[in-house]
């Protein structure tokens, strides 16, 4: 997963982790788990901020489906 990226465009929707928690209608805690690589991402939860994040799929592909990156 590519945490940066994903962050990037949190940041360019102008939300913040919150806010988008509260759009997808998962708990904050859980989404910071999600994004800091705790736990992953379920099929669900990615189609649910990609939609709030109008991703493309190739965005969807370089955020979710990315190798680590540091």
């Given at each position: 997963m590519n945490i940066n990226d994903l962050r990037a465009e949190i940041?360019?929707?102008n939300l913040s982790i919150p806010k988008l928690a509260k759009l997808i209608d998962m708990n904050k805690?859980?989404?910071y788990k999600r994004i800091n690589?705790?736990?992953?991402?379920t099929q669900k939860e990615i189609?649910?901020?990609s939609r709030v994040l109008n991703l493309s799929p190739d965005k969807i592909m370089s955020i979710f489906f990315a190798e680590?990156?540091?």
């Open positions: 940041a360019r929707n805690k859980t989404l690589g705790e736990v992953s991402f189609l649910a901020i680590k990156v540091f």
